[in-house]
């Protein structure tokens, strides 16, 4: 029997949740995210208990917080202690290595910096490995290095290679041992009259080996929570709810598997003066009555600083939109022409204007028949 197994056997992961067996795995999570906020050591300094507390909830989340996990240690719970699978004598007794404390979750609240996304996809047990878990990290743009585009590092905490083994899960210095159980195989032959089945061997979760002296700083998981540094490449034109997906950034595998995905959750500033429309940047440009009337060349501002002329041709009408090809970062900048109506005048512009009043013969409304 593994100590994993017996991890399974012991320990009442729903009770230690405080959820029912029939949970979703929606209030599984809802419940495991509030008691972990609750007994994180960062909100409990110096309190071991809570800090124990902390451990237990993960690794009773590592466990039934996974959909088939929670299978699985439901099948075992029904077996109960001395099923034929686990009775004494099964197994080699070598698998400390396998004992997991959840770290997998730790790095979901860390500072708040990132979100865990989806769980590992991987097979546990499967001489595979498993896959790591996906990680969701947020970023806030500038408008312009949204519009751009632009390379960055991002710092995240989060799970990642454990420096002290480099992954490997056992102390420097010591490797992992040949599984006695399957003897190295990875699987066991059973034989049933006619047939022979060959099952993962549960002693080593189908690997063929076993960690026997963990590695302290990752306890044999191969995986720490530590800040790291990753490179993004952000596309021009980003907006913001999208998501760029990095493969293979995520958290690292376990047992061979492949990393998981890092999800980068894009949030854009506002600009001032500029705003977008598809990849189109759009910008409202206030003209006069007389512009508007008898047309004019009117300087604009550009995101890249350079302004450019454009002609409004008379007779524009207020909410007319221009289009500068190839001016609005990837795509085309789109001018609305907004005629101003001034709030006070001179005594001149007052002249004017009645002098224009009284030669108006014409009122716009005549097509409402009034
Ligand atoms: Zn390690
Ligand atoms: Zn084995």
Redesign the pocket.
């Known amino acids: 029997m593994t100590e994993y197994e017996k991890e399974w056997f012991e320990k009442d992961y729903y009770a230690i949740l405080g959820v029912t067996e029939s949970a979703s795995s929606k209030d599984i999570k809802s419940r495991y995210r509030k008691l972990a906020r609750e007994l994180h050591p960062d909100s409990n300094p110096g309190d071991g208990r809570a800090e124990e507390q902390f451990k237990e909830v993960s690794a009773a989340y590592d466990v039934i917080g996974d959909d088939d996990k929670r299978a699985k240690y439901d099948e075992v719970r029904k077996m109960g202690p001395i099923g034929p699978m686990f009775g004494p004598g099964a197994g080699s007794g070598h698998g400390t290595g396998h004992f997991n404390v959840g770290m997998d979750d730790i790095g979901d609240l860390l500072g708040g910096l990132f979100n865990r996304g989806g769980r590992g996809r991987g097979q546990p047990g499967s001489a595979r490995g498993q896959r790591g878990n996906d990680i969701e990290v947020d970023l806030t743009l500038g408008f312009d290095d949204a519009v751009n585009g632009l390379e960055t590092a991002i710092t995240l905490t989060s799970e990642a290679t ?1 420096s ?2 480099d ?1 490997r ?1 056992s102390a420097p210095g010591t490797a992992p041992s040949k599984c006695e159980s399957c003897d190295g195989r990875g699987v066991h032959d059973e034989n049933q009259g006619l047939f022979s089945f060959s099952r993962p061997c549960q002693s080593c979760g189908g690997r063929g080996s076993v960690i026997t002296s963990p ?1 302290t ?2 306890r ?3 995986v ?1 929570v530590r800040p790291r540094e990753v490179k993004v490449r952000i596309p021009a034109g980003v907006k913001t709810g999208q998501k760029i997906r990095l493969k293979q950034r995520g958290g690292p595998g376990h047992g061979g598997g492949p990393p998981g995905d890092l999800f980068v959750h894009v949030t854009v500033e506002p600009h001032e003066m500029f705003g977008r429309s598809g990849r189109d940047l759009t910008l409202e440009v206030p003209i006069t009555f007389a512009e508007a009337t008898l047309g004019a060349k009117v300087k604009v501002p550009t995101l890249n600083g350079e302004a450019v002329k454009i002609r409004i041709p008379p007779g524009t009408v207020s909410g007319k939109t221009f289009r500068l090809k190839g001016k609005g970062g990837a795509g085309d900048l789109l001018v609305t022409v907004a005629v101003a109506v001034p709030q006070e005048l001179s005594k001149e512009q007052r002249q004017a204007v009645e002098a224009f009043a009284k030669a108006t013969t014409e009122s716009p409304r005549a097509h409402l028949g009034l």
Do not use: L
Request: aromatic share 0%.
């Open positions: 454990c002290g083994c992954g899960g590695c700083n990752c044999g998981s191969g720490e």
